[in-house]
């Protein structure tokens, strides 16, 4: 038995279980392993520095898997001007079929995207932005709660509201994001009205995930109260890992400082050099709540098919049991 919604449909996948873009992270053996584990990866189109090296990374995802998988584009204030038509020409040309944009509307990429025949899921965190996004014509939308990693919006609203909220204003098919790691956070989603869970933080914690045993290890130990949200004070809000960085970003935030007083402590170069060194303290690192719900570090298939199976014994032996 497989748990069968819109969003398996639509990607034509086993289980409703998707892996967002991740900078850093979303590249072609993470998005492989968790695309032939049945569920859907997808790569991060900045992660890779230019746009023929995204083309180059989707065919070498493609000598890796053969099953569905898409490219993220996200789009945010960054320090350095990013190239962003040329990142989707490069999808277009790479004959992707699925595309995940975040960041900002993904209407101006609309025309090319339709064009070729690609599936737009719009990833936000408001359901006004929701609306919008099936209004300029997306396929589905992910909505990412407070809880999530990286960028939850201005408004801070979890996804116990979020996520019903969304599914009683949006017709399309909808992906729960941010808190999720297990396999009561899937039923709880399809519950609230989702057909499927967007997963970030949990996939670092796995065998093929590119990132330093040192995160890995620190993702287990660490508890719900091991998150904080910089960049408040400039209304790009990101959930990052609390370490020493984050809270000297918050200090100097509190004490009036802008952009400009924190680059030196945020900047992506430093972020890279430190983690790739597996010093955790060293730089800023995206992290979500969900750290309270990871106790292990197993490969992608194993925690794949460990959440669909928990899933249908809960709904099945659980739920049912409780309906007199
Ligand atoms: C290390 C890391 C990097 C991320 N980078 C991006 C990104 O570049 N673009 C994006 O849309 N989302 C990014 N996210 C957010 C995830 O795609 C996803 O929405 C989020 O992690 C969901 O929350 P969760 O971590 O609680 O599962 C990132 C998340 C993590 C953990």
Not at 99 to 128: L, Q
Not at 172 to 184: E, H, M, T, V
Request: some cysteine; charged content about 25%; overall charge negative.
């Amino acid at each position: 038995m497989t748990i069968k919604t819109r969003i398996t449909e639509l990607f034509g996948i086993d289980h409703p279980i998707v892996m967002g873009g991740m900078q850093g992270v979303g590249r072609a053996e993470l998005v492989a392993a968790v695309s032939n584990a049945g569920a859907i990866g997808f790569l991060t189109a900045l992660t890779q520095p230019t746009p023929e090296a995204l083309y180059d990374e989707v065919q070498k995802t493609r000598e890796l898997t053969d099953k569905p998988f898409g490219v993220n584009i996200t789009v945010l204030p960054t320090l350095k001007p990013v190239p962003y038509d040329d990142y989707v020409a490069a999808v277009v040309e790479a004959d992707v079929s699925f595309v995940e944009t975040a960041g900002r509307s993904p209407e101006p990429f609309m025309p090319a995207f339709k064009k070729a025949g690609i599936k737009v899921i719009h990833k936000c965190t408001s359901v006004r932005h929701s609306i919008k996004a099936q209004k300029v014509g997306c396929d589905a939308v992910s909505i990412d709660g407070f809880e999530c990693a990286g960028h939850p919006g201005e408004d801070d609203i979890p996804g116990l509201v979020l996520v019903p909220a969304t599914a009683d204003q949006v017709d399309l098919p909808l992906i729960a994001s941010g808190g999720y790691g297990d396999a009561r956070g899937l039923v709880a989603a399809l519950s609230l009205g989702a057909d499927a869970i967007n997963m970030g933080t949990r996939f670092l914690a796995t065998q093929e995930a590119g990132v330093h045993e040192n995160m890995k290890s620190k993702l287990v130990e660490s508890s719900e109260r091991d998150t904080a949200l910089i960049f408040r004070s400039m209304r790009n809000t990101a959930r990052v890992f609390k370490n020493e960085i984050a809270e000297e970003v918050m200090k100097i935030e509190a004490e009036g400082g802008t952009i400009k007083d924190v680059a030196h402590l945020v900047s992506g170069e430093r972020g890279r050099k430190a983690m790739a060194a597996g010093d955790l303290d060293g730089g800023i690192w995206t992290a979500g709540m969900v750290t309270a719900l990871i106790h292990d570090v197993p490969t992608v298939a194993e925690l794949i098919s460990r959440i669909s199976a928990e899933a249908q014994q809960l709904i099945e032996k659980r739920l049912s049991s409780m309906v007199a």
